[in-house]
């Protein structure tokens, strides 16, 4: 899996999925910002990292139950333990949310090896523990019921589909209260960079706009607008 | 576009869209609440104005580009610059939040504009920025990606549909945590009227119902409970 | 109606709805979760007991009115007026939110009689009102739009579907964030006693995850963990 | 059951679902066409009949199994055996096609049994036999599981919904390629007479449409129109 | 309205939608074929034709009746018989087959008329007797109820969206049982002369497959298999 | 992947999707018939084979491209062309019909390498084409974009969701009008000689209901039913 560097890492935590989005969409990537996928605590909606990989297919009674639990290669408890640190475990759980894609015993484990945070296109089970736990999980519904009832894994580190988009094992996953967008690995830190730079500009047209300015002829930016903003830049937002 | 003379707005604001979704009724009128549109923010969910209304068709690659946003006239700025103060803009996106019908600084523009809400039966982008501006935001969900990915703007002040309610320019939109209502502009005054007498009738109720009283013979109301209203009424609710 | 005794009614009272699922499971039992439905107010999600039943189906406009309000036996009044305290009513909406299943001062009625809580499997109107009742309502949507357009009451005390799943009359109802699941009557007693044991477990299980342990050989238990578990409990929870 | 005169079942035979529920439309009824129920078989879609009315519920592993259908008062069966010849086995499956509402030897013996048709809002099973059976039957898609893993017959006539229409036990279903219209019992006869009239104006309307006329001044009928159309009633239709 | 040049007609009614997709993809365009938008009767699928557009929004009570079809400048009756010979009537009905779009007696006078077909997102009325029309029209569902039910007309020859893609007055619109593509303008005849190229090719490949020839080196195209199509095309495909 | 021995094949070539889900049902599997996937072609749906599975994932432009294709080893012309003989191409498209999962040229080559048919849970383009060669197709809907456009292939062979059900290589699929089955590779002979049994006493039992004889005592089978159904047996249906 590649390793986002930590300039890339600092930089992504500051700018928006939603700048994020416009940013790839230069690059001709429409396709990046996960569907129906949402922070489970709106308080704790921020993360960053690279993107670990298990994809779920549709439980059968004969082959899945919870006795899987007790072996200690079942993919499911695999991907928990085995998913580095500073990565985000993305599930693809077929959009379904009618059993859970983890539940909170998990969700505790993967903050406690210091793993970034978890993803699901499918629901988390105890959702009232996991809010407590303070960390970003992100999901479509609450889905209390056992795993085995609706889903089986059946492999990691694969390249899945997540809300409706493509999630190769190392790209690099970014979320606030938009939700999740994924950037193709090899692009992250020419998009942090790019993004920095975007988020910049922003604070200063709203600054503006906060004042009283129009948007026309200051967002998007034009050749005047940009000198003013290299101005307030250099006056350190004083403007 | 009608205006909505300064009593009727601040009754409208003091009652709730499900009191005046049985007012409408009354009237014949059904089909008044938006379906799948929420606030932004559960927060700011109160607003009262004239629609003043945006049309979205899906985008297509050749015409819809985020180089249109540079144009002064292009409709998407436009009806941001103009949707007067005290107006709600209501933004028909065909139902679709696969993409932002707008991001935070168009509606910081809008807020600082004075105009009084904004609605889409889509989704908005930068929705934690969105957040922050104690703004009255109704949509269906958080949609990151540009808008051009999926949207673009076809005419401004035409008729639309919006969470797949008839919406004509100059429909007055209240919005809380219920959601959205648009009451037909020749109605406004008049339900405004009924409705805060329903109000009334509804604190009395409650307030009796919260004392123990059952609901038979006292909501909907009788003669009999309509004379012990008028005289709450009279006594101050000190009944 | 059958009654749930007191001790099983505290137990349930303490366990997750998502623990209850998996005790469930083990019975065979794997549709017990509703869909769709969640608590109207995040903060007051804790519910227990038996379900009164209420159906609904789509209502007409020749027999469907607010005058059917008026009479005193209209089933959707008798619902709220006759559901005993301590139960649930249960609402079978057909999973449609566009009219509202019942409003504040229903809920506010039920409150007062006592009623433990009240679930659909549509949406609640004067949503605002009804958050600040403090009192477990759970649904899919808010629904502003007045009963009778969309609605029609049919039965009490009917078997039923809600959310996807079977309600009868007497069944066990338990709310959390997570939603709400039936448990059958008869299995209610030894499911409440079975789910105790499992979350006295989870307590332990997450206290080691906290401190660093693997999910490997503790979650789910094994015979050494389930060892460790009694010392610990011997040693009240110091361990 | 209230029984339609043959007179009124003759007619309504005679005229197309659209045609009625324009009438109805006139009666203030908006909402008699049932949403996402087909025709099985597109050559066989015309039925007339009183509905006998069904229910099912979801379906519970401890209570619903194979093993119900040996008993000779299982409702499921009873419903086959007992609805009336001439009437039409409405059911109410809560719309949901996962598994079967009924199958090709439940509907075989329908059609033994002189029963006008049948209706889910589910699907059926083994559609390939019943296509054969050139036998009205109407649902939303193929559903060829056995109706115990989701269906649970709760009881037989009683109100139901079915595709989002209500059905009394004793109205009048109509079906043709365009679905399903159900009419209120004491409206049969009157709608009946009126949609003849509709009809064979309608017939005059097209043949002029397809002589070149323009709709204008002829569909809907004017004053004018009307008196053309009764010179070519009485010139039998050579006009 | 820009005119189709009638090569280009001829063209385009030889070759298929999925054909023309691909024609489109190499233009950068990915979102030109209606969703959900199939034919009605499944033999008369072929349609070529510019869009004239039509938009419908919800009905609301008090404006939208069946008196309204009375005037002769009523824009749903205006369309049927403004929409030019040669022309395809393409119908924004918001993707709803609540009520109809249209019925058998205005789909009578479009053929009458010289239409080369109509679309539209939502659903048809009268559909057995559309069906013996042999005339191309495309929607999502049978809709038997009146349109004012739902659906109320507000402007013709404007943009619209019509099953999830844009289409401009004067766009090609073609047809097959795949369903219905909208080709810009300006690029009708180019796409045209392309595709008859591209659909050569494919017979060409098509026969060689048949005859037992791997997709591998054929499909797509090598420098190699195209020398072979060229003589295969010199041969009169006697090859 | 295990093959079908061909005693096993045949059977399971003369019995129904219905009748192999009732059997199944006695094993404890309830999720074995695919949602919302028919036959592309109602005159052509009979198909028996071990299912061979390709998976895709939603694409991302910098991916994929038409380019792709030229190349050999690319993932969606290797499946078509290492898909065994008799064996049934099983793809996963994520339930998702905005682009094709394959088109005419490439099922050409599935039926000219002898494979028994192909399954998407997306859906196919050139159906025109694809219906015209009497080969059993099973899709969503028709869906003519190019492939690239929304999915990517990135493996074959492993376990797949196709439907809402789990495909495993090797498993037997058996398809006709009521849609796809899929039976897990160990049970397929004992399943195959169970069916024939069922198939057996239902033409039996249809027999007797056609007669007019009641579904009582007959369907499903009792002791005395069974000893009736020997003879009719050993008579040769003449009973």
Redo the contacts between chains.
């Keep these: 899996m590649s390793r986002l560097d930590e300039e890339s890492r600092r930089r992504l935590g500051q700018v928006?999925?939603?700048t994020?989005?416009?940013c790839l969409?230069?690059?001709?990537?429409?396709?990046?910002?996960m569907?129906?996928v949402?922070p489970l605590n709106p308080n704790v909606?921020r993360v960053v990292g690279e993107a670990y990989t298990l994809r779920?297919?549709?439980?059968?009674?004969?082959?899945d139950s919870?006795a899987n639990?007790?072996r200690?290669d079942f993919l499911h408890?695999r991907a928990?333990?085995e998913c580095p640190a500073g990565s985000v475990l993305v599930i693809d759980s077929?959009?379904?949310?009618?059993a859970?894609s983890a539940?909170?015993?998990?969700v505790?484990?993967l903050k406690?090896r210091g793993v970034a945070g978890v993803v699901t296109d499918g629901g988390f089970?105890?959702?009232?523990?996991i809010?407590q736990l303070d960390y970003p999980a992100f999901h479509q519904?609450?889905?209390?019921?056992?795993t085995?009832?609706c889903l089986?894994p059946?492999?990691v580190q694969?390249?899945?589909?997540c809300g409706?988009?493509?999630?190769y094992p190392g790209d690099i996953i970014v979320g606030?209260?938009?939700?999740i967008?994924v950037i193709?690995a090899h692009l992250a830190s020419e998009v942090a960079e790019k993004a920095i730079g975007m988020t910049r500009y922003?604070t200063f047209?709203?600054e503006q706009?906060?004042?009283?300015r129009?948007?026309?002829?200051l967002?998007?930016a034009?050749a005047e607008s940009r000198e003013e903003y290299i101005l307030w830049e250099q006056h350190g937002e004083r403007g």
């Design positions: 928006s999925v939603a994020l989005a416009t969409f230069q690059y001709g990537l429409r396709n990046c910002v569907q129906d949402r909606t779920f297919i549709p439980s059968r009674e004969d082959l919870m639990y007790s200690p408890r928990i333990e077929g959009r379904r949310a009618e859970g539940g909170d015993i998990m505790t484990r406690a089970r105890d959702t009232p523990d809010r519904a609450p889905a209390a019921r056992s085995p009832i089986s059946v492999d694969q390249p899945i589909g409706g988009v493509a999630v606030d209260a938009d939700g967008i193709p922003e047209a709203t706009v906060v004042k009283g129009s948007i026309l002829g967002y998007p034009t």
